[in-house]
Protein backbone atom coordinates (compact mmCIF):
# COMPACT_ATOMS: atom_id res chain seq x y z
CA UNK A 1 0.00 0.00 0.00
CA UNK A 2 1.68 3.07 -1.76
CA UNK A 3 0.71 6.80 -1.28
CA UNK A 4 2.37 9.11 -3.83
CA UNK A 5 3.79 12.07 -2.85
CA UNK A 6 1.68 15.55 -3.54
CA UNK A 7 2.24 16.57 -7.03
CA UNK A 8 3.23 13.51 -7.97
CA UNK A 9 0.30 11.48 -8.60
CA UNK A 10 0.30 11.11 -12.14
CA UNK A 11 3.50 10.67 -12.62
CA UNK A 12 3.20 7.82 -10.30
CA UNK A 13 0.72 6.11 -11.77
CA UNK A 14 1.97 5.94 -15.35
CA UNK A 15 5.69 4.64 -13.93
CA UNK A 16 3.68 1.84 -12.37
CA UNK A 17 1.09 1.18 -14.99
CA UNK A 18 3.44 1.50 -17.79
CA UNK A 19 6.77 -0.06 -16.12
CA UNK A 20 6.72 -1.20 -12.68
CA UNK A 21 3.68 -3.25 -13.07
CA UNK A 22 5.86 -5.50 -15.83
CA UNK A 23 9.66 -5.40 -14.68
CA UNK A 24 9.03 -5.04 -10.77
CA UNK A 25 6.59 -7.58 -10.93
CA UNK A 26 4.90 -9.87 -13.16
CA UNK A 27 7.55 -10.43 -14.87
CA UNK A 28 9.47 -12.38 -12.14
CA UNK A 29 9.54 -16.16 -11.82
CA UNK A 30 7.07 -17.73 -9.59
CA UNK A 31 4.50 -14.18 -9.23
CA UNK A 32 1.31 -15.40 -11.19
CA UNK A 33 -1.30 -13.00 -10.81
CA UNK A 34 -1.43 -9.32 -9.74
CA UNK A 35 -4.49 -6.71 -9.65
CA UNK A 36 -4.02 -2.70 -8.35
CA UNK A 37 -6.42 -1.23 -6.50
CA UNK A 38 -6.96 2.43 -5.75
CA UNK A 39 -8.81 4.72 -3.00
CA UNK A 40 -9.91 7.68 -3.88
CA UNK A 41 -10.59 10.39 -1.63
CA UNK A 42 -14.23 9.23 -0.70
CA UNK A 43 -13.13 5.60 -0.18
CA UNK A 44 -10.32 7.02 1.99
CA UNK A 45 -12.49 9.07 4.40
CA UNK A 46 -14.36 5.76 4.89
CA UNK A 47 -11.09 3.98 6.62
CA UNK A 48 -10.85 3.43 10.45
CA UNK A 49 -9.89 2.96 13.15
CA UNK A 50 -8.39 6.71 12.90
CA UNK A 51 -5.39 5.86 15.46
CA UNK A 52 -4.36 3.56 13.07
CA UNK A 53 -0.79 1.56 13.78
CA UNK A 54 -0.73 0.79 9.87
CA UNK A 55 -1.34 4.36 8.28
CA UNK A 56 -1.35 8.06 9.79
CA UNK A 57 -3.24 9.48 8.81
CA UNK A 58 -5.67 6.71 7.89
CA UNK A 59 -6.09 7.79 4.82
CA UNK A 60 -2.64 7.38 3.49
CA UNK A 61 -1.69 4.80 1.25
CA UNK A 62 -4.56 5.23 -1.89
CA UNK A 63 -3.15 2.61 -4.32
CA UNK A 64 -2.62 -1.26 -2.96
CA UNK A 65 -1.02 -3.84 -5.22
CA UNK A 66 -2.03 -7.21 -4.49
CA UNK A 67 0.15 -10.29 -5.83
CA UNK A 68 -0.24 -14.30 -5.77
CA UNK A 69 3.20 -15.53 -5.72
CA UNK A 70 3.11 -19.83 -6.09
CA UNK A 71 3.26 -21.94 -3.03
CA UNK A 72 6.90 -22.94 -2.07
CA UNK A 73 8.56 -20.55 -4.29
CA UNK A 74 8.70 -17.93 -2.16
CA UNK A 75 12.60 -18.05 -1.26
CA UNK A 76 13.59 -18.26 -5.43
CA UNK A 77 11.00 -15.52 -5.80
CA UNK A 78 12.55 -13.29 -3.11
CA UNK A 79 16.12 -13.80 -4.36
CA UNK A 80 14.51 -12.60 -7.84
CA UNK A 81 12.72 -9.70 -6.48
CA UNK A 82 15.73 -7.88 -4.77
CA UNK A 83 17.97 -8.78 -7.38
CA UNK A 84 15.54 -6.82 -10.06
CA UNK A 85 14.77 -3.89 -8.11
CA UNK A 86 18.10 -3.08 -7.26
CA UNK A 87 19.30 -3.40 -11.15
CA UNK A 88 15.80 -1.06 -12.01
CA UNK A 89 17.46 1.22 -8.87
CA UNK A 90 20.67 1.35 -11.04
CA UNK A 91 19.04 1.73 -14.46
CA UNK A 92 16.92 5.25 -12.61
CA UNK A 93 13.64 2.56 -13.01
CA UNK A 94 12.09 3.30 -9.48
CA UNK A 95 10.18 6.20 -8.32
CA UNK A 96 11.00 7.85 -5.68
CA UNK A 97 8.61 10.23 -5.00
CA UNK A 98 6.07 7.53 -2.99
CA UNK A 99 6.23 6.47 0.69
CA UNK A 100 5.32 2.72 1.62
CA UNK A 101 2.93 2.93 3.66
CA UNK A 102 1.73 -0.81 4.42
CA UNK A 103 4.52 -3.43 1.96
CA UNK A 104 4.88 -7.07 2.80
CA UNK A 105 5.01 -10.44 1.67
CA UNK A 106 2.22 -12.78 3.46
CA UNK A 107 2.13 -16.49 3.86
CA UNK A 108 -2.06 -17.54 3.07
CA UNK A 109 -3.26 -18.62 5.96
CA UNK A 110 -6.93 -19.32 4.74
CA UNK A 111 -9.70 -18.60 2.62
CA UNK A 112 -13.90 -18.72 3.57
CA UNK A 113 -16.14 -18.58 0.94
CA UNK A 114 -19.70 -17.11 1.14
CA UNK A 115 -20.87 -19.69 -1.44
CA UNK A 116 -18.64 -22.90 -0.71
CA UNK A 117 -17.90 -24.74 -3.91
CA UNK A 118 -19.86 -22.24 -6.30
CA UNK A 119 -18.03 -19.49 -7.85
CA UNK A 120 -14.20 -18.46 -8.49
CA UNK A 121 -11.45 -19.63 -5.58
CA UNK A 122 -8.66 -17.63 -4.37
CA UNK A 123 -6.13 -18.13 -6.99
CA UNK A 124 -9.29 -16.75 -9.22
CA UNK A 125 -9.14 -13.76 -6.93
CA UNK A 126 -6.82 -11.10 -8.46
CA UNK A 127 -8.17 -12.01 -12.09
CA UNK A 128 -12.16 -12.25 -12.02
CA UNK A 129 -13.74 -8.97 -11.97
CA UNK A 130 -14.29 -8.07 -8.37
CA UNK A 131 -16.10 -4.40 -8.10
CA UNK A 132 -13.85 -4.01 -4.73
CA UNK A 133 -11.87 -4.76 -2.38
CA UNK A 134 -11.31 -4.18 2.01
CA UNK A 135 -7.87 -4.44 3.15
CA UNK A 136 -8.52 -5.24 7.26
CA UNK A 137 -5.48 -5.47 9.46
CA UNK A 138 -5.88 -7.03 12.82
CA UNK A 139 -3.50 -7.15 15.91
CA UNK A 140 -4.31 -10.03 18.38
CA UNK A 141 -3.36 -9.01 21.97
CA UNK A 142 0.50 -10.97 21.81
CA UNK A 143 2.16 -13.57 19.84
CA UNK A 144 0.58 -16.67 21.87
CA UNK A 145 -2.80 -15.56 20.70
CA UNK A 146 -2.86 -15.15 16.86
CA UNK A 147 -3.45 -18.91 16.73
CA UNK A 148 -6.57 -18.65 18.47
CA UNK A 149 -8.04 -15.20 16.90
CA UNK A 150 -7.26 -16.67 13.27
CA UNK A 151 -9.03 -19.79 14.47
CA UNK A 152 -12.11 -17.43 15.44
CA UNK A 153 -12.07 -15.64 12.06
CA UNK A 154 -12.01 -18.52 9.72
CA UNK A 155 -14.85 -20.88 12.01
CA UNK A 156 -17.16 -18.45 13.60
CA UNK A 157 -16.84 -14.14 12.50
CA UNK A 158 -16.14 -14.75 8.73
CA UNK A 159 -18.68 -17.40 7.54
CA UNK A 160 -21.30 -15.64 9.57
CA UNK A 161 -20.10 -11.63 8.11
CA UNK A 162 -20.35 -13.23 4.60
CA UNK A 163 -23.73 -14.84 4.99
CA UNK A 164 -25.72 -13.04 2.73
CA UNK A 165 -22.95 -9.99 2.05
CA UNK A 166 -21.56 -8.98 -0.81
CA UNK A 167 -18.37 -10.41 -0.61
CA UNK A 168 -17.30 -13.65 -2.15
CA UNK A 169 -14.54 -14.45 -0.62
CA UNK A 170 -12.32 -13.31 2.12
CA UNK A 171 -8.64 -14.74 2.00
CA UNK A 172 -6.37 -14.69 5.06
CA UNK A 173 -2.52 -13.96 5.82
CA UNK A 174 0.17 -13.33 8.19
CA UNK A 175 2.85 -11.48 7.26
CA UNK A 176 6.52 -12.50 6.91
CA UNK A 177 9.72 -10.52 7.41
CA UNK A 178 11.46 -8.72 4.55
CA UNK A 179 15.03 -9.69 3.57
CA UNK A 180 17.92 -8.09 5.20
CA UNK A 181 19.36 -6.69 1.66
CA UNK A 182 15.85 -5.42 0.87
CA UNK A 183 15.52 -1.83 -0.78
CA UNK A 184 16.30 0.64 1.68
CA UNK A 185 12.78 2.84 1.36
CA UNK A 186 10.91 0.10 1.88
CA UNK A 187 10.57 -0.13 5.96
CA UNK A 188 10.85 -3.76 8.10
CA UNK A 189 7.31 -5.51 8.16
CA UNK A 190 6.01 -4.69 11.32
CA UNK A 191 3.68 -6.91 13.80
CA UNK A 192 4.70 -10.12 12.49
CA UNK A 193 4.18 -12.07 15.23
CA UNK A 194 0.56 -10.66 16.16
CA UNK A 195 -0.75 -9.81 12.61
CA UNK A 196 -3.63 -11.04 10.30
CA UNK A 197 -4.08 -9.27 7.27
CA UNK A 198 -7.32 -9.99 5.23
CA UNK A 199 -9.09 -9.04 1.94
CA UNK A 200 -12.65 -9.18 1.12
CA UNK A 201 -13.37 -9.79 -2.42
CA UNK A 202 -16.65 -7.48 -3.68
CA UNK A 203 -19.18 -8.11 -5.95
CA UNK A 204 -20.07 -4.68 -6.01
CA UNK A 205 -18.75 -0.97 -5.02
CA UNK A 206 -17.44 -0.89 -1.65
CA UNK A 207 -19.57 2.46 -0.69
CA UNK A 208 -22.73 0.61 -1.88
CA UNK A 209 -22.72 -1.79 1.31
CA UNK A 210 -19.92 -0.06 3.57
CA UNK A 211 -22.49 1.03 6.83
CA UNK A 212 -24.55 -2.40 6.28
CA UNK A 213 -21.40 -5.03 6.24
CA UNK A 214 -18.15 -3.60 6.87
CA UNK A 215 -18.39 -0.39 9.47
CA UNK A 216 -18.40 -2.42 12.37
CA UNK A 217 -15.54 -4.88 11.96
CA UNK A 218 -13.79 -3.25 14.50
CA UNK A 219 -16.31 -3.81 17.18
CA UNK A 220 -16.82 -7.14 16.28
CA UNK A 221 -12.91 -8.12 16.77
CA UNK A 222 -13.20 -5.59 20.05
CA UNK A 223 -15.91 -7.23 21.50
CA UNK A 224 -14.31 -10.93 21.61
CA UNK A 225 -11.09 -9.74 23.82
CA UNK A 226 -8.61 -11.56 20.90
CA UNK A 227 -7.29 -8.37 19.28
CA UNK A 228 -7.56 -4.89 17.88
CA UNK A 229 -8.93 -4.24 14.24
CA UNK A 230 -5.58 -1.75 13.26
CA UNK A 231 -7.28 -1.00 9.60
CA UNK A 232 -10.54 -1.28 7.58
CA UNK A 233 -9.95 0.18 4.02
CA UNK A 234 -12.34 -0.17 0.81
CA UNK A 235 -10.83 0.14 -2.35
CA UNK A 236 -11.84 -0.06 -6.06
CA UNK A 237 -10.06 -1.83 -8.95
CA UNK A 238 -7.65 0.61 -11.28
CA UNK A 239 -8.27 -0.02 -15.10
CA UNK A 240 -4.90 -1.22 -16.49
CA UNK A 241 -3.30 1.57 -18.57
CA UNK A 242 -5.42 4.35 -17.39
CA UNK A 243 -5.17 7.44 -15.45
CA UNK A 244 -9.09 6.95 -14.10
CA UNK A 245 -9.44 8.20 -10.48
CA UNK A 246 -6.09 10.04 -10.31
CA UNK A 247 -7.90 12.88 -10.15
CA UNK A 248 -9.99 12.14 -7.25
CA UNK A 249 -7.41 11.23 -4.88
CA UNK A 250 -6.86 14.49 -3.18
Not at 58 to 82: A, F, I, N, P
Not at 144 to 152: D, H, K, N, T
Not at 195 to 224: I, K, M, N, S, Y
Request: charged share 25%; proline share 7%.
Amino acid sequence: MVEPHPGHEYAYNRWYEDDHYYAGAMAMPWMFAGRRWVATKDLQGLRYPEDSAVAQPVGTGCYLSTYWVTEGRYDEHMKWTVAINKRLNRDGRVYRDRTHVFTAFQDHEATVYRDGAAGPRDFHALDHPYEGLVLQVVDAEGPEGRAELLEWLRSRHLPERLRGSPAAMVTVFRPTPLPGDRMTYVKQVEGVETRLTLLWFLQEDPRACWDAHFAGLGAAVAETGLGRVELVAPFIPTVPGTDLHVDRLR
